[in-house]
């Protein structure tokens, strides 16, 4: 079975290609019907051209609070009638009308090891606490920012010479790993929410997901 998915990105995406690099190489049973992005210069909509793929956009500084914005997203994206809804670096924070109409068919992406830094600036303040270790997470997504149940991460290493820059990078390839890996559970049934936890192949994953950890 092929799933139907919808991503939403702000910038160069660099995530969507791993995507749809992974489809390309028969990975990933997932047919990508559309990439909508908030920004119109965003890299990532050239990416999914060049792909093949539909491109919308819809800039949220043309409405009048984040509400409205919020069902207008919803109401293109439904256009498309995704099994899943991909955030690849939307940096937008989406709201109850957005998130409870697609309940348990949204993830996301975020570049720290969560619950740890929410939000934004992870690269920075990882190295502001001296932590030893960094990383990111897929979870699905919630009202809640950053908090939804956790499927999958991976941790690397902070080294003492680290920028934000150089750990970004470093974090990025291993989101390139385990997003599209997140969507391919998804896509072969694998993987769903029962009571606020997520189980894999009818277990419960734990609470930080942890598989990957790059020497």
Known sequence: MTIAIVVLISGRGSNLQSIIDAVDRGELPA??????????????LTRAQQAGIQTRVLNHRGFADRNDYDLTLRDLVAEYYPDLTVLAGFMRILGPQFVGHFEGRIMNIHPSLLPKYRGLNTHERALADRARE?????HFVTTDLDAGPIIIQTKVPIYEDDSPEILAERVLKEEHRILPQAIRWFAEDRL????????????TRPEQGLTYHLQ
């Open 31 to 44: 047919r990508i019907a559309a990439v909508i992005s908030n920004e119109a210069d965003a890299l990532g």
């Open 134 to 138: 960094h990383g990111a997470s897929v």
């Open 192 to 203: 769903r929410i029962a009571e606020g936890h997520v189980l894999l192949d009818g277990e």
